[in-house]
Every structure is written in structure tokens, then in C-alpha cells.
């Protein structure tokens, strides 16, 4: 399958402060770059995304930075809270196709 | 927007039996692909379902251990042959529909024992 690296692979942040997550990828034909959360026990979610034309894309607290040329992104997430504690997987995507998910980030949130 | 319902949403089942699992959309879907998920690990793409013709399957997955069928556009069962305890892990059905839509099952989670 193709290659999707997320570093680190676990990430631990002080309620407040900001987790940035990393994700980069070889597939140069993936156009849209969305993030999921998963919870425990629970299926993943759509967080937010991105598509290939923008270089960020902002909803709330999470924000996603895209290097087209470099083929990274990253996931950034501002004033963290417990809530936010979950695995994040990149999934880049192409139409039509399957998701190809990396290999995850693990956030844990201290209060 | 599309929703999958799987069933089982869990099942527990004897080394060496089969289990068949199975994805239902709400709407006709090109594609539907199969995931499988170990604990605390990431989503492996186990194959690609289009309707009427078989299965693509993924490096380390094949057809003989997980066939797949997809009978029609709405449809499409993943089964588990000669169960093993490896095997357990959740299961995840999911589509895609235009350029950037993706939708998941609630996933099945299954136990070999």
C-alpha cells in the first residue's frame, strides 16, 4: 500500500498548549488530504481537510498546513483539551478511490 | 451524504469456523471498500468491492481467506474463512461518492477464540 508516515506516534500536550501532529506521503496524484479522529472502541471521524489547491485550511481549533512540493502536512491543534485526546489519522484520498490511512498519532491531553 | 450499516456490530466465534459480515448502504455506491483495524493501529485497506466483478485485493490480504462479494450497488459481505485469533480486529465497510466524500460502517469487532 502506499506510504503515509505520521510522527510522532504518540504526542503528549498540557491542556492549552498546542499539538502539532505530521504527516507526509509519496502518492503525488492524492488531491484532497482529510484528518480523522478516532476515539476508543468508536469508528474514525471526519475532523477537517484539505484539498491539494490550498495551502491551509482552518476550522476552530484545528488548522492544517499543506506543502504541496514537499508532499507534508501537518495538523495543528490550538488550545488543546482533554477532549481532544484520540488518534488522528491522515488519510490522503484521491476521488473514487480508497482512503490509504497513516500510521496515526496518538494525543493524550493532560488538564 | 451515504450511510453503511454493518452487521454484526460484534461477534465472537471459534478458531477455524467462517464469519460473514455484511455492509448495507442507504444509497447506490460505485465502490466499497473493506478495512480491517488491530488495536491501537492504524486502517489497513483489505480490498476494493465493485459491483459485479470481484474483488481487488491489497498485499496480505486475499480472496481465498477473505472473499468479498458485492451482488448489486447497494450490497456487499466480507467474510472471514478459517477463523484464527489473528484475525481479531474490527472490520470497516466504507464508500466514497464524487471527489471528496467518505463514508464508514460503524465497524464490526471481532473475537476469535
Known amino acids: 500500500q502506499q506510504q503515509v508516515r505520521q510522527s510522532p506516534q504518540s504526542l503528549t500536550v498540557w491542556e492549552g498548549e498546542t499539538a502539532i501532529l505530521n504527516c507526509s506521503y509519496e502518492?503525488?496524484?492524492?488531491?484532497?488530504f482529510p484528518w480523522y479522529q478516532q476515539f476508543p472502541g468508536e469508528g474514525p471521524a471526519l475532523l477537517i481537510s484539505?484539498?491539494?489547491?490550498?495551502d491551509k485550511k482552518e476550522d476552530g481549533r484545528f488548522t492544517i498546513f499543506f506543502n504541496k512540493r514537499e508532499k507534508k502536512l501537518s495538523l495543528h491543534i490550538t488550545d488543546s483539551q482533554p477532549g481532544d485526546s484520540a488518534t488522528y489519522f491522515c488519510?490522503?484520498?484521491?476521488?473514487?478511490?480508497?482512503?490509504?490511512f497513516g500510521t496515526g498519532t496518538t494525543v493524550s491531553v493532560s488538564p | 451524504s451515504v450511510l453503511l450499516y454493518q452487521k454484526p456490530n460484534r461477534d465472537i466465534c471459534q478458531s477455524g469456523t467462517s464469519l460473514k459480515i455484511q455492509c448495507v448502504a442507504d444509497?447506490?455506491?460505485?465502490?466499497m471498500f473493506w478495512y480491517q483495524q488491530f488495536q491501537e493501529q492504524s486502517l489497513m485497506l483489505m480490498a476494493t468491492?465493485?459491483?459485479?466483478?470481484?474483488?481487488?485485493?491489497e498485499s496480505g490480504f486475499t480472496k481465498d481467506k477473505f472473499p468479498i462479494s458485492r451482488p448489486n450497488l447497494t450490497f456487499s459481505t466480507l467474510t472471514v474463512n478459517n477463523a484464527r485469533p489473528g484475525d481479531s480486529s474490527i472490520y470497516f465497510c466504507?464508500?466514497?461518492?464524487?471527489?471528496?466524500?467518505?463514508?464508514f460502517g460503524k465497524g464490526t469487532r471481532l473475537t476469535v477464540v
Open positions: 488519510a490522503p484520498y484521491q476521488g473514487g478511490r480508497a482512503l490509504i
Open positions: 502518492d503525488s496524484t492524492f488531491n484532497y
Open positions: 484539505i484539498r491539494s489547491v490550498s
Open positions: 444509497s447506490q455506491v460505485v465502490s
Open positions: 468491492a465493485n459491483e459485479g466483478s470481484e474483488a481487488t485485493y
Open positions: 466504507s464508500t466514497g461518492t464524487g471527489l471528496t466524500e467518505v463514508f
